[in-house]
């Protein structure tokens, strides 16, 4: 990032602490319909248009480090391999051969020297082709041309493997264009995928989200972690294009050093050393970066009440291990004490925030809140309900649950 934007942000933060109420141009926000977190409809709606038409992380290189590693893929909705075909590359096909629709791969992670359908053993390459079909001479003119398997979007962020159902989509370096520049500093070509767990909780994919885009609550419910580390008074919120967003939120104590313990992120610079930068990548992911590594945690409805949320861990290489070693699979046996002791400390800072989404489902259910009135501090929340509603498409939300679009005056280029 250039001198000049991060000598704004830093104006911006000291404002912040010296405001009395949200900036006076700033609109009252119009309640959120809890429907939207309950319905039916909007969950429909949201299978059907939202998910099939998203760029979604759907793995990192680390857990695909040789050409034929295979990862399947369930998180998008549908069952969907993903392959390194060998230099870099990935694929994604639907895991369904063009026979009768069997699998080709059954385990989340393998290694394949083809693509084979375990049903009748018909065979594909890693370009999807159609190789091999046993008895063939049973089959009346057999073209295997036309029996590739069904290819998706398939694109690469650095080493952060994203796939959309959509062909018409965008290509993923126009979806990311607003937030690449800043996160440029984090070097994510080089760094290491050093842990992956998931944590369930019964709410909805959106209510878990919300909790991760405001600091509204720090003092509330982190009164012993993370507001200890963190003055929520100076947050600075920026909304971006493509319902993407961020918030600034300054350290108490300043500039922050990476810990001996750590290998630093060296090309990281002052901004998020004397703040916390935490991004939201429309419409699931959720990054609170740090130059001594950092959590990617990920969103991934279950059902309408019922959420998954996975937490990565990155960090710069500490050349102490290598790809094939699966260290994000074997933290006991390869991570040092300081880094499992993070782990462990992130995931009380984790508990504390999904504490009591359980209830508020609960609540949203039995309609004894029926709108969410949101502050300042909560217009990430509002601002990812507009970009929902616009890739949803309004006219396949019922009006009542629609939010209206005011924010788009405030998202900055």
Partial sequence: MNAHYEEKIKQRIAAAFERSGPPLDFPKLPEIATGRYTSDAFWQAEQQHLWPRSWLFAAHADELPAPGSCKLWRDSGVPIVIINEGADQYRAFYNTCQHRGGPLVVEEYSRQSRLQCGYHGWTYNY????????????????????????????????????????????PLQDFIAPIAPELEQFDLANLRLYDKHSIPIAANWKACTDSFMETYHLQHIHPHTVNQLLDHKGTVIALLEQGHNKMYTPNREGLLTTPDEFVDITSVGELPRISNLAYSVFPNMVMPLDAAGFPLLLFWPIDKANTRMDVLWFGADDGKSKVTDNVWQRQQEFL??????????????????????????????????????????????????????????????????????????????
Wanted: net charge negative; with cysteine.
């Fill in 336 to 413: 040092s004490p300081a880094w499992l002791e993070k782990l462990a400390i992130f995931d009380v800072v984790l508990q504390e925030d999904v504490q009591f989404l359980a209830s508020q489902q609960q609540s949203m259910e039995t309609g004894a809140i029926t709108g969410m009135p949101l502050s300042y501090l909560e217009q990430r929340i509002y601002h990812r309900h507009e970009a929902l509603d616009e890739i949803i498409g309004l006219h396949n939300i019922p009006p009542s649950l629609a939010v209206a679009p005011l924010l788009q005056p405030f998202i900055e280029n």
């Fill in 127 to 170: 370009a999807g082709e159609l190789i091999g079909v046993p008895d063939q001479r049973d089959f009346v003119d057999l073209d295997k041309a036309c029996y590739r398997l069904k290819e998706l979007r398939c694109e690469s962020w650095g080493k952060w493997i994203f796939v959309n159902r959509d062909a018409q989509a965008k």
